[in-house]
């Protein structure tokens, strides 16, 4: 089933709720936070505290992706904030297996997200423990920039894994996702689009979910 998930990092903060019910209204079913520590990334976004005024002005499920360096510290004051998903970089990781462990263990579904230019086979001991595999197809910091292509390389290598293993995580894909790549990323393999600028970059979060979603789903059948 292939999901629409709205990447509040373009939408208009000043009209935030308005924004995040216009998306879901246009078939959102995730709301996607970037949550970035200008260490790990270079860019500073937002923390727990936004997490927790967004978790009251919606009902759809918060999946928070922790761009930051030691995000085991933070694990514990995201789901108090209320996410429901929350998934960890390879990168930033010594203890992968401890971090995701550590998501399980607050109540929340743990994802890994891997970088541009580091490979999928690397995380295969821990797919087993994941609802889901983010797969960066920019690098992370900023909204906006070009789908790299070569991430549909990595896309179709997950789903080999997966239906190799019979696991059932999902496979996200987040940077570029938009109306000139959406076919491609979703008959590579993907389930879960991020979109932000696809989304809340025209000011219009209804229509244009709407019509990105609408496209992927044909996508998907061809």
Not at 33 to 40: A, C, K, L, N
Not at 214 to 220: C, G, H, I, P, V
Request: net charge negative.
């Amino acid at each position: 089933m292939i999901e629409l998930l709205p990447s509040i990092l373009s939408a208009d903060f000043a009209h935030l709720a308005d924004q995040v019910a216009a998306a879901e209204r246009g078939g959102g079913t995730t709301i996607h936070v970037d949550v970035m520590d200008g260490h790990f990334v270079p860019n500073i976004t937002l923390g727990p505290p936004v997490v927790a005024s967004l978790r009251k002005v919606t009902r759809l499920p918060l999946d928070c992706h922790l761009m930051i360096e030691n995000p085991n510290e933070y694990i514990p004051a995201f789901a108090d904030a209320g996410a429901n998903w929350l998934s960890v970089h390879y990168e930033a990781c010594p203890h992968l297996h401890r971090s995701l462990e550590l998501i399980t263990h607050h109540g929340m579904k743990p994802g890994v997200v891997l970088n541009p230019a580091t490979r999928v086979d690397l995380i295969l001991d821990i797919l087993p423990m994941v609802h889901h595999v983010l797969i960066m197809s920019v690098n992370p910091g900023f909204g906006g920039q070009e789908f790299i292509p070569f991430s549909l390389d990595k896309i179709r290598r997950l789903a080999a894994i997966r239906k190799e293993l019979r696991l059932a995580f999902r496979i996200e894909v987040d940077g570029g996702v938009a109306h000139d790549t959406v076919e491609q990323v979703v008959q590579a393999g993907a389930d879960l689009l991020v979109a932000g600028n696809a989304v809340f970059g025209a000011g219009q979060p209804e229509q244009d979910a709407r019509a990105l979603l609408t496209a992927a789903r044909a996508a998907a059948k061809m």
